[in-house]
Protein backbone atom coordinates (compact mmCIF):
# COMPACT_ATOMS: atom_id res chain seq x y z
CA UNK A 1 0.00 0.00 0.00
CA UNK A 2 1.59 3.63 -1.06
CA UNK A 3 1.57 5.95 1.86
CA UNK A 4 -1.23 8.17 0.23
CA UNK A 5 -3.11 4.93 0.42
CA UNK A 6 -2.41 4.56 3.98
CA UNK A 7 -3.69 7.81 4.84
CA UNK A 8 -6.52 7.81 3.22
CA UNK A 9 -7.28 4.60 4.84
CA UNK A 10 -6.53 5.74 8.00
CA UNK A 11 -8.64 9.10 7.57
CA UNK A 12 -11.55 6.72 6.14
CA UNK A 13 -13.86 6.90 9.07
CA UNK A 14 -13.10 11.19 8.92
CA UNK A 15 -14.26 11.16 5.30
CA UNK A 16 -17.59 9.17 6.23
CA UNK A 17 -18.33 11.21 9.34
CA UNK A 18 -17.45 14.48 6.99
CA UNK A 19 -20.33 12.75 4.69
CA UNK A 20 -22.63 12.01 7.38
CA UNK A 21 -22.61 15.13 8.96
CA UNK A 22 -26.16 17.36 9.14
CA UNK A 23 -24.28 20.70 6.51
CA UNK A 24 -23.47 17.77 4.51
CA UNK A 25 -26.86 16.18 4.77
CA UNK A 26 -28.32 19.70 4.08
CA UNK A 27 -26.67 20.29 1.21
CA UNK A 28 -27.21 16.96 -0.10
CA UNK A 29 -31.12 17.43 0.49
CA UNK A 30 -31.24 20.99 0.06
CA UNK A 31 -32.36 21.48 3.46
CA UNK A 32 -29.92 23.55 4.54
CA UNK A 33 -31.05 26.91 6.52
CA UNK A 34 -29.88 30.44 5.08
CA UNK A 35 -27.71 30.88 8.48
CA UNK A 36 -25.63 28.25 8.01
CA UNK A 37 -24.81 28.99 4.55
CA UNK A 38 -24.13 33.05 5.59
CA UNK A 39 -22.04 31.47 8.31
CA UNK A 40 -19.88 28.84 6.15
CA UNK A 41 -19.26 31.48 3.16
CA UNK A 42 -18.05 33.91 5.60
CA UNK A 43 -15.77 31.60 7.41
CA UNK A 44 -14.73 30.15 4.39
CA UNK A 45 -13.92 33.32 2.26
CA UNK A 46 -11.57 33.48 5.14
CA UNK A 47 -10.58 29.91 5.04
CA UNK A 48 -10.16 30.24 1.50
CA UNK A 49 -7.57 32.81 1.77
CA UNK A 50 -5.43 31.23 4.33
CA UNK A 51 -5.01 28.22 2.15
CA UNK A 52 -3.75 30.30 -0.69
CA UNK A 53 -1.07 31.76 1.69
CA UNK A 54 -0.30 28.15 2.29
CA UNK A 55 -0.08 27.08 -1.17
CA UNK A 56 2.24 29.77 -1.67
CA UNK A 57 4.65 28.85 1.22
CA UNK A 58 4.23 25.66 -0.49
CA UNK A 59 5.89 27.31 -3.53
CA UNK A 60 8.53 28.99 -1.46
CA UNK A 61 9.87 25.44 -0.85
CA UNK A 62 9.95 24.02 -4.46
CA UNK A 63 13.21 22.65 -6.31
CA UNK A 64 11.27 22.63 -9.75
CA UNK A 65 9.14 24.17 -12.22
CA UNK A 66 6.42 21.20 -12.06
CA UNK A 67 5.56 21.39 -8.21
CA UNK A 68 5.45 24.94 -8.83
CA UNK A 69 2.39 24.70 -11.32
CA UNK A 70 0.99 22.20 -9.23
CA UNK A 71 0.56 24.89 -6.84
CA UNK A 72 -0.04 28.15 -8.75
CA UNK A 73 -3.12 25.41 -10.30
CA UNK A 74 -4.42 25.45 -6.89
CA UNK A 75 -3.61 29.22 -6.45
CA UNK A 76 -5.63 30.01 -9.53
CA UNK A 77 -8.63 27.87 -8.85
CA UNK A 78 -9.29 28.99 -5.66
CA UNK A 79 -8.95 32.57 -6.78
CA UNK A 80 -10.79 32.33 -10.59
CA UNK A 81 -13.17 29.22 -9.77
CA UNK A 82 -13.76 28.52 -6.39
CA UNK A 83 -16.13 31.26 -5.97
CA UNK A 84 -18.80 29.59 -7.89
CA UNK A 85 -19.80 27.30 -4.90
CA UNK A 86 -19.86 30.46 -2.68
CA UNK A 87 -22.15 32.12 -5.18
CA UNK A 88 -24.48 29.05 -4.97
CA UNK A 89 -24.98 29.10 -1.11
CA UNK A 90 -25.38 33.37 -1.50
CA UNK A 91 -28.25 32.98 -4.04
CA UNK A 92 -30.13 30.52 -2.02
CA UNK A 93 -29.41 32.32 1.19
CA UNK A 94 -30.84 35.60 -0.72
CA UNK A 95 -26.97 37.47 -0.25
CA UNK A 96 -24.65 38.99 -1.46
CA UNK A 97 -21.46 37.28 -1.70
CA UNK A 98 -19.51 40.58 -1.24
CA UNK A 99 -21.50 41.13 2.02
CA UNK A 100 -19.89 38.35 3.67
CA UNK A 101 -15.55 39.00 3.23
CA UNK A 102 -13.52 40.39 6.21
CA UNK A 103 -15.63 38.75 9.16
CA UNK A 104 -13.46 37.86 12.19
CA UNK A 105 -12.99 34.08 11.92
CA UNK A 106 -14.45 31.41 14.79
CA UNK A 107 -12.45 29.44 16.63
CA UNK A 108 -12.76 26.31 14.17
CA UNK A 109 -11.73 28.92 11.48
CA UNK A 110 -9.12 30.07 13.40
CA UNK A 111 -7.80 26.78 14.23
CA UNK A 112 -7.70 25.33 10.59
CA UNK A 113 -6.54 28.72 8.95
CA UNK A 114 -3.43 28.67 11.67
CA UNK A 115 -2.76 24.56 11.71
CA UNK A 116 -1.99 25.23 7.83
CA UNK A 117 -0.07 28.39 7.77
CA UNK A 118 1.87 26.78 10.69
CA UNK A 119 3.12 23.98 8.78
CA UNK A 120 3.21 25.85 5.62
CA UNK A 121 5.90 28.14 7.13
CA UNK A 122 7.96 25.99 9.50
CA UNK A 123 7.34 22.34 7.41
CA UNK A 124 9.17 20.68 4.52
CA UNK A 125 7.72 20.23 1.35
CA UNK A 126 5.79 16.85 1.79
CA UNK A 127 4.53 17.80 5.06
CA UNK A 128 3.00 21.25 3.38
CA UNK A 129 1.30 18.94 0.79
CA UNK A 130 -0.01 16.65 3.50
CA UNK A 131 -1.28 19.91 5.14
CA UNK A 132 -3.34 20.91 2.62
CA UNK A 133 -4.40 17.96 1.03
CA UNK A 134 -7.46 17.07 2.93
CA UNK A 135 -9.27 20.31 1.41
CA UNK A 136 -9.75 19.06 -2.08
CA UNK A 137 -9.55 15.72 -0.64
CA UNK A 138 -12.63 15.28 1.36
CA UNK A 139 -15.07 18.05 -0.66
CA UNK A 140 -14.23 15.56 -3.85
CA UNK A 141 -15.36 12.85 -2.18
CA UNK A 142 -18.71 14.49 -0.39
CA UNK A 143 -19.37 15.30 -3.94
CA UNK A 144 -18.96 12.18 -5.82
CA UNK A 145 -20.81 10.54 -3.10
CA UNK A 146 -23.76 13.17 -3.23
CA UNK A 147 -23.96 12.66 -7.07
CA UNK A 148 -24.22 8.96 -6.40
CA UNK A 149 -26.66 8.54 -4.17
CA UNK A 150 -29.22 11.55 -4.82
CA UNK A 151 -28.41 12.40 -8.53
CA UNK A 152 -29.19 15.48 -8.39
CA UNK A 153 -30.22 17.45 -11.77
CA UNK A 154 -30.32 21.23 -11.96
CA UNK A 155 -33.58 21.90 -9.62
CA UNK A 156 -31.83 21.18 -7.07
CA UNK A 157 -30.82 24.02 -5.06
CA UNK A 158 -27.06 23.19 -4.43
CA UNK A 159 -26.73 21.69 -7.57
CA UNK A 160 -23.85 24.17 -8.63
CA UNK A 161 -22.21 23.22 -5.41
CA UNK A 162 -22.26 19.65 -5.41
CA UNK A 163 -21.04 19.13 -9.17
CA UNK A 164 -17.93 21.63 -8.31
CA UNK A 165 -16.95 19.30 -6.27
CA UNK A 166 -17.69 16.11 -7.45
CA UNK A 167 -17.70 14.49 -10.82
CA UNK A 168 -14.60 15.77 -11.85
CA UNK A 169 -13.02 14.10 -14.43
CA UNK A 170 -9.45 14.25 -13.92
CA UNK A 171 -8.93 15.20 -9.92
CA UNK A 172 -6.58 17.66 -9.44
CA UNK A 173 -5.58 16.43 -6.26
CA UNK A 174 -4.23 13.08 -7.66
CA UNK A 175 -0.81 14.88 -8.72
CA UNK A 176 -0.36 15.85 -5.19
CA UNK A 177 -1.43 12.27 -3.66
CA UNK A 178 1.50 11.34 -6.60
CA UNK A 179 3.74 13.84 -5.50
CA UNK A 180 3.32 13.12 -1.41
CA UNK A 181 4.29 9.10 -2.49
CA UNK A 182 7.23 10.38 -3.68
CA UNK A 183 8.17 12.90 -1.21
CA UNK A 184 7.12 10.16 1.58
CA UNK A 185 9.50 7.92 0.24
CA UNK A 186 12.34 10.43 0.36
CA UNK A 187 11.71 11.23 3.79
CA UNK A 188 12.52 9.99 6.93
CA UNK A 189 10.34 7.86 9.53
CA UNK A 190 10.16 10.76 11.56
CA UNK A 191 9.14 13.03 8.55
CA UNK A 192 6.85 10.60 7.66
CA UNK A 193 4.94 10.76 10.87
CA UNK A 194 4.79 14.30 11.08
CA UNK A 195 3.29 14.25 7.12
CA UNK A 196 0.61 11.57 8.40
CA UNK A 197 0.00 13.99 11.92
CA UNK A 198 -0.53 17.00 9.80
CA UNK A 199 -3.05 14.95 7.36
CA UNK A 200 -5.29 13.47 10.18
CA UNK A 201 -5.51 17.09 11.76
CA UNK A 202 -6.74 18.64 8.56
CA UNK A 203 -8.83 15.58 8.21
CA UNK A 204 -10.43 16.27 11.79
CA UNK A 205 -10.47 20.08 11.13
CA UNK A 206 -13.11 19.49 8.27
CA UNK A 207 -15.23 18.10 10.20
CA UNK A 208 -14.93 20.51 12.85
CA UNK A 209 -15.44 23.01 9.90
CA UNK A 210 -18.69 21.87 8.49
CA UNK A 211 -20.13 21.37 12.23
CA UNK A 212 -18.77 25.09 12.86
CA UNK A 213 -21.16 26.50 10.11
CA UNK A 214 -24.06 24.24 10.92
CA UNK A 215 -23.70 25.30 14.53
CA UNK A 216 -23.11 28.88 13.81
CA UNK A 217 -20.55 28.53 15.92
CA UNK A 218 -18.84 31.72 17.80
CA UNK A 219 -16.60 32.76 20.13
CA UNK A 220 -18.44 32.55 23.86
CA UNK A 221 -16.85 35.27 24.75
CA UNK A 222 -16.56 38.53 22.43
CA UNK A 223 -13.47 40.51 22.15
CA UNK A 224 -15.51 43.72 22.95
CA UNK A 225 -16.81 44.14 26.04
CA UNK A 226 -20.49 44.66 25.96
CA UNK A 227 -21.78 47.31 27.91
CA UNK A 228 -24.34 46.31 30.48
CA UNK A 229 -27.58 48.10 30.58
CA UNK A 230 -29.19 48.49 33.79
C1 LIG B 1 -12.90 24.27 4.88
C2 LIG B 1 -12.87 23.91 3.44
N1 LIG B 1 -12.35 22.73 3.09
C3 LIG B 1 -12.31 22.37 1.79
C4 LIG B 1 -12.80 23.20 0.81
C5 LIG B 1 -12.76 22.79 -0.62
O1 LIG B 1 -11.89 23.53 -1.33
C6 LIG B 1 -13.33 24.44 1.22
N2 LIG B 1 -13.84 25.31 0.31
N3 LIG B 1 -13.37 24.75 2.53
Not at 9 to 32: M, Q, S, W
Not at 200 to 216: I, R, W
Given at each position: MSFSEQLRKEADHI?????????????????????????????????????????????????????????????????????????NFCHV???????????????????????????????????????VLPCP???????????????PDQSHPFYDWITFYGGQEDPRMNLYLKRLDQLAEEASEQERTKMKEHFMLSCQLEYLFFDMAYTLQDWPVQKERVAVVE
Amino acid sequence: MSFSEQLRKEADHIFEACYNHPFVRGIADGTLGKEQLIHYVKQDFEYLNAIIQAYALGISKCTNREDMVMFNTSISFVLNSEVHPHNNFCHVAGVKFEDLQGFPLAPTAQHYTRHMLNVGRSGTLGETIAVVLPCPYIYLYIGDRIIEEFQPDQSHPFYDWITFYGGQEDPRMNLYLKRLDQLAEEASEQERTKMKEHFMLSCQLEYLFFDMAYTLQDWPVQKERVAVVE
